[in-house]
């Protein structure tokens, strides 16, 4: 019996199969890349603002303000898209209570969960299949999938994007700077401690080195506000944080209220006014705020008529002021 006809390649047919496999690679992502191009150019087109939230350091609530600018324009009426671009640590989805979301894919194109009061919200919380399990990604996977998280969502028209980072001054927020165009502005997040004056200023002088204008400065964790009743005119003390009595005189209704500076007080507006940018304001330290993280239920959204959330309408107020009069500052940095 005749042996069958094996056919062979020589080695310099495999090597030629191989570049041309590798050229059709290099060809297809290309293509991908400039079709993601092309997306984010109309992307931009269609936001009308587009706000960075940063900190120069973890633990000051930058996801918390994050979450409640974004609520606070959104019950102003405002179409509002949140992004969640903290790869390592996505709380966003939590905090609004949509964890457990399935995006909708088609044609190429995610579509963001929708939050409370219509928010559209994308964060890679979405996209991790074990949220006990770290993310620990190098620097081009990250700029990978912060590109697909700006070029490959189909946001639709908004009036404002804003956008939470982790804490720092890292590739994250220097990636979207240089893919996003026409960034409005930084809003930064910090605690009342003179020692937030050091992180405000990195945080500032980061905005200043890619360009990007700063909106204000916003003193987070603010003094707690304790109240209650009492006799009418009725005089006592309370030991304040520091030790000290605080003198407290009840009103001719007999309600008395008095605000307890927990972590100091004054180190966001101290850094705004030695940087020369605007201090947007002070949310309070408000225990519900903790709960309603872990509830998945914003404070706005469980007391919208309640002291957090008219100190946030009033930062909001501030920003969009700015926003519309192009009254926006670039930094001192000294």
Request: aromatic share 4%.
């Amino acid at each position: 019996m005749a042996d069958s006809p094996v056919s062979h390649h020589s080695p310099e047919s495999n090597e030629q199969e191989d570049a041309n496999s590798n050229q059709r690679a290099q060809m297809e992502q290309a293509y991908q890349q400039m079709q993601r191009k092309m997306r984010m150019s109309k992307m931009s087109e269609g936001i009308r603002h587009k706000i960075m939230v940063l900190s120069g350091k973890g633990g000051v609530g930058k996801t918390t303000v994050a979450t409640g600018i974004a609520l606070s324009l959104a019950r102003m009426g405002k179409k509002v898209g949140l992004m969640d671009i903290d790869i390592t640590g996505p709380n966003v989805p939590k905090m609004l209570g949509i964890e457990g979301t399935e995006l909708h894919i088609e044609d190429g194109q995610i579509f963001p969960a929708i939050g409370p009061h219509g928010i559209k919200v994308i964060s890679m919380a979405f996209l991790i299949e074990d949220p006990d399990k770290p993310v620990i990604w190098r620097g081009p996977i990250k700029l990978g999938a912060i590109q697909q998280f700006i070029g490959d969502v189909a946001w639709g028209e908004l009036d404002t994007l804003v956008i939470d980072f982790p804490p720092g001054t890292g590739d994250e927020p220097l990636t979207v700077s240089q893919t996003l165009p026409n960034l409005d502005g930084v809003v930064i997040v910090t605690t009342p401690q003179e020692v937030a004056l050091l992180d405000s200023r990195k945080s500032i002088n980061f905005a200043k080195t890619i360009s990007v204008p700063v909106l204000g400065v916003v003193e987070n964790m603010s003094g707690y506000n304790l109240s209650g009743n009492a006799e009418a005119g009725a005089k006592f003390s309370l030991m304040g944080p520091t030790g000290v009595p605080i003198e407290v005189t009840a009103s001719q209704d007999g309600k008395w209220s008095v605000n307890l500076d927990l972590f100091k007080s004054g180190g966001g507006e101290e850094s705004a006014v030695e940087l020369e940018v605007p201090f947007l304001g002070r949310l309070p330290f408000d225990p519900g705020v903790v709960r309603g993280g872990d509830d998945g239920v914003h404070r706005i959204v469980a007391q919208p008529d309640g002291e957090t959330a008219i100190a946030f309408s009033k930062v909001v107020e501030e920003i969009l002021s700015s926003l519309e009069k192009g009254d926006i500052h670039q930094v001192k940095i000294t």
